[in-house]
């Protein structure tokens, strides 16, 4: 059961980290990551992580998960711009 609780709070803040992303300020992209890392040292805190080492590697790349996710909805957001751009200078033209 205590499993079910640690997926769900990797899907949550994956899909925080992609909701931040398509903002417009590109720097609430540092949230999710510090929450994860919040995490990972209170999981070691309560001894539900033996090892240091465990977490020393988990963060790096539960950053770079993040990342990726952040750097897709920047993506999508700049497409979406670029796509609303087009759209008002073709209302221009008419």
Not at 9 to 25: E, G, K, M, P, S
Not at 40 to 53: A, G, K, L, P, Q
Not at 64 to 79: N, T, V
Request: a negative charge.
């Amino acid at each position: 059961m205590n499993d079910i609780y640690h997926v769900f709070i990797i899907v949550a803040l994956l899909a925080l980290q992609y909701y931040v992303a398509t903002r417009d300020n590109p720097y609430l992209g540092i949230i999710a990551p510090v929450l994860f890392l919040g995490w990972i040292i209170w999981r070691f805190t309560i001894n539900d992580m033996e090892s240091i080492v465990t977490c020393i590697i988990i963060v790096p790349i539960g950053w770079l998960i993040l990342y990726a996710e952040w750097k897709s909805g920047r993506k999508y957001l700049e497409e979406k711009t670029e796509k609303e751009l087009a759209k008002m200078k073709m209302h221009d033209l008419n």
